[in-house]
T-cell receptor, first 110, second 112 residues
Framework: QQQVRQSPQSLTVWEGETAILNCSYE??????FPWYQQFPGEGPALLIS?????DKKEDGRFTIFFNKREKKLSLHITDSQPGDSATYFC?????????FGDGTQLVVKP | AQTIHQWPVAEIKAVGSPLSLGCTIK??????LYWYWQATGGTLQQLFY??????VESVVQLNLSASRPKDDQFILSTEKLLLSHSGFYLC???????????FGPGTRLTVL
């Protein structure tokens, strides 16, 4: 059973629009949810994260909205830029375990 | 700041040949270290993790093994490569906050 699911698999937006990337998880014991950004040929880099005690985390143009009851979260990228084009991984963690979703490939067109 | 170095950058190997990939980390003592495998366009699959020298826990086998010979070194290896081993191998550590994975630049492996 896949622990973390992401949708859509791929997303294309125009420069300046808001991109919304969705994520859901299975295990209610997960208490930490990081998002990673990966450019082709590079290792993923931590972008932003949220703990299960919060419902929102904002960092510049990136915002996580978290719904513990529904076990869902989303990453909003406002004023999307072509440089944001990358694959975004949602992850869920508790204790010493971490599980990654399959990723959303974002393309921002100028 | 901690830095992760992986070697080689890329490798092309024949099916059935042996493999050894390396990872070293600087700037952090007694780090937790992880090996991940990523198929092209795929998700990150955690393979092994190590909390201390000489101790390695397997998460998914995939006919690979790992060793932690030094505090700052993590090695991934196999005696016989399979076609399915092709992909991107990433070494990772944890940053100051628990569960914030910090990834190395990766090794691209192609098995022919």
């Amino acid at each position: 059973q896949q622990q973390v699911r992401q949708s859509p698999q791929s997303l294309t937006v125009w420069e300046g629009e808001t991109a919304i990337l969705n994520c859901s998880y299975e295990d209610s014991t997960f208490n930490y949810f990081p998002w990673y950004q990966q450019f082709p040929g590079e290792g993923p880099a931590l972008l932003i994260s949220i703990r299960s005690v919060s419902d929102k985390k904002e960092d510049g143009r990136f915002t996580i909205f978290f719904n513990k009851r529904e076990k869902k979260l989303s990453l909003h990228i406002t004023d999307s830029q072509p440089g944001d084009s990358a694959t975004y991984f949602c992850a869920a963690s508790s204790n010493n375990r971490i599980f990654f979703g399959d990723g959303t490939q974002l393309v921002v067109k100028p | 700041a901690q830095t992760i170095h992986q070697w080689p950058v890329a490798e092309i190997k024949a099916v059935g040949s042996p493999l050894s990939l390396g990872c070293t980390i600087k700037g952090k003592s007694s780090p937790n270290l992880y090996w991940y495998w990523q198929a092209t366009g795929g998700t990150l699959q955690q393979l092994f993790y190590s909390i201390t020298v000489g101790q390695v826990e397997s998460v998914v086998q995939l006919n690979l093994s790992a060793s932690r010979p030094k505090d700052d070194q993590f090695i991934l290896s196999t005696e016989k490569l399979l076609l399915s081993h092709s992909g991107f191998y990433l070494c990772a550590s944890i940053r100051d906050r628990a569960y914030e994975q910090y990834f190395g630049p990766g090794t691209r492996l192609t098995v022919l």
